[in-house]
Every structure is written in structure tokens, then in C-alpha cells.
């Protein structure tokens, strides 16, 4: 089956520490992106990337890092300087045909930080 | 920068009833528009994508328009059931993509 994997779907870290989110997509999409979705508020945009080894920063990519060494994979670490981590994270792919794509989901990961 | 609102943020309607989601945006120079649904704890499911030469798609009992001049869009859902219980957003693409807070639907048995 194609489609978009994240682990864990729950992520439990003490305040200081690194974690890292892991997304794997197997539907051959060019860019990947991380969203960010707190209670009540719409999703906002981490990092994304349109190619391997390149990718940019969203809205809100102060205390986070990713990397894109393979397509299929786009891992985000959640670092210690990021001082507000505990929220629900979405890994999102689409294939770029020009600037007509669709975006598809991954089941995310709650993750709390005390 | 493209600020997106959907109203309102919660409905609740006996199943059956036909409704409306509105979902209003503030650039209409956007390339696309796609309605997700998410269920609690879940990632987000793609329901419909418009494109921005279109002005309406339809999957099944749902509806989507889209009138790029006045910055909206709207869901129609026809019949509702229990199973259309869920939050759903919009979100529209100028180059990013922006999402809507969306509206949170039950559907009474």
C-alpha cells in the first residue's frame, strides 16, 4: 500500500532533551513537508522540502531541524530550543507538477514534553 | 500574507440535514484549494481538490465551490450521517500552503 508513515504516533520526552519525529513515504512525491497543529488553531509550516539534501524553513522552524538525505524520508528533530514542543505533528508529501499538487497526510505524532 | 478563516467553528445538526462550511481567504491570486477532514487524533484525509480555473468539485454526497473574486469557498454536504462527524479544514495555495482553523461537525443519530 502507498502512503505516508510516522513514528511513533505518541512521543514522550523531559524538557531538555532532543527527539526526533521519523516520516517515510513510499508514493515516490518529490517534496515533503512537517506542520505543526496546536489545539484550535490551523496547521502551520515547520520545514519543507522540494528535492534530496535541500529544504527550507516554514513559519515557525526556530528550535527544529530536518534533514532529507533519501526521497522517501523527511525526519524532523524537535530540539531543546524549541520552548513550546508539546503538540500534534503532521508529515505531508505531494508531487510538484508545477504548482498544481496534492497535498497527502501521514497519521502524525503527539508528542508531550515535560 | 494569505490569512484563511472557517466559520463557524463548531455545527451540530440532526443527521439527515444538508449543510454548509464556509471557508473565506484574503488573496485570491491562489493556485488551488483542497478540503481535508480529520478525525480526533488522526492526520488529515483529502476530500477535494479545486483548482483555481475551476469553480466547483463534487465527490459522492460532498460539494465544493470555489469563487476566487470574493475569497471564499464552501463544503456542501448532503444527507449528513453520524460518520460525517469530524473537523475539516481548508487550506489554499499561493505558493504555500495555508490552512483554516476548521469547523468541528457532529452529526446527531
Known amino acids: 500500500d502507498g502512503g505516508i508513515t510516522q513514528s511513533p504516533k505518541y512521543l514522550f520526552r523531559k524538557e531538555g532533551q532532543n527527539v526526533t519525529l521519523s516520516c517515510e513515504q513510499n508514493l515516490n512525491h518529490d517534496a515533503m513537508y512537517w506542520y505543526r497543529q496546536d489545539p484550535g488553531q490551523g496547521l502551520r509550516l515547520i520545514y519543507y522540502?522540494?528535492?534530496?539534501?535541500?529544504?527550507q524553513k516554514g513559519d515557525i522552524a526556530e528550535g527544529y531541524s530536518v534533514s532529507r538525505e533519501k526521497k522517501e524520508s523527511f525526519p524532523l528533530t524537535v530540539t531543546s530550543a524549541q520552548k513550546n514542543p508539546t503538540a500534534f505533528y503532521l508529515c505531508?508529501?505531494?508531487?510538484?507538477?508545477?504548482?498544481?499538487?496534492?497535498?497527502?497526510f501521514g497519521p502524525g505524532t503527539r508528542l508531550t514534553v515535560t | 500574507k494569505q490569512e484563511v478563516t472557517q466559520i463557524p467553528a463548531a455545527l451540530s445538526v440532526p443527521e439527515g440535514e444538508n449543510l454548509v462550511l464556509n471557508c473565506s481567504f484574503t488573496?485570491?491570486?491562489?493556485?488551488?484549494l483542497q478540503w481535508f477532514r480529520q478525525d480526533p487524533g488522526k492526520g488529515l484525509t483529502s476530500l477535494l481538490l479545486?483548482?483555481?480555473?475551476?469553480r466547483e468539485q463534487t465527490s459522492g454526497r460532498l460539494n465544493a465551490s470555489l469563487d476566487k473574486s470574493s475569497g471564499r469557498s464552501t463544503l456542501y454536504i448532503a444527507a449528513s450521517q453520524p460518520g460525517d462527524s469530524a473537523t475539516y479544514l481548508c487550506?489554499?495555495?499561493?505558493?504555500?500552503?495555508?490552512f483554516g482553523a476548521g469547523t468541528r461537525l457532529t452529526v446527531k443519530p
Open positions: 505531508a508529501s505531494s508531487i510538484l507538477a508545477g504548482v498544481i499538487y496534492e497535498q497527502y
Open positions: 487550506a489554499v495555495n499561493n505558493n504555500d500552503m495555508r
Open positions: 488573496d485570491s491570486a491562489i493556485y488551488n
Open positions: 479545486i483548482q483555481s480555473s475551476q
Open positions: 522540502s522540494q528535492i534530496v539534501n535541500d529544504f
